[in-house]
């Protein structure tokens, strides 16, 4: 094989990796920034999407929702504040599952870009 086709094959394999590795950010970026929600039997009365929705607007209005709240007893505040907090951290998890993928490949791509230009200067010397 003559240099510039080793050149032209060792590029294009470069190429490869780079956009494989740039696809894979981009993928489980939005991944990242996508919705996360966590299946609970315990239905709480402080989640907006478990109200009667009318249209885009609420059919619940503000004053609705607090006098709800205000009969709920201490045990049942209790407890809706451990099941949001309970999903607020396993959604938490979720995201950081898919963020370290992210960087994962962004990592990978920065790291075939640096090697490919190290191959590059060191052809041209």
């Known amino acids: 094989m003559k240099p510039f086709q080793w050149f032209i094959n060792i590029l294009s394999i470069f190429l490869l990796l780079c956009f494989m ?54 045990k049942e505040i209790i407890q809706n504040m451990a099941v949001e907090l309970y999903k607020l951290n396993e959604i938490s998890c979720q995201k950081l599952q898919t963020i370290k993928w992210t960087l994962r490949f962004f990592s990978f791509s920065l790291i075939i870009i640096a090697i490919f230009f190290g191959f590059l200067i060191f052809a041209i010397l």
Do not use: C, P
């Open 21 to 74: 590795g740039f696809t894979g950010t981009f993928i489980f970026g939005i991944l990242t920034i996508n919705f996360h929600y966590v299946q609970n039997e315990y239905s709480s009365k402080w989640f907006f999407a478990d109200l009667k929705r009318k249209g885009k607007k609420l059919e619940t209005d503000l004053t609705t929702y607090i006098h709800q709240i205000d009969f709920m007893t201490r």
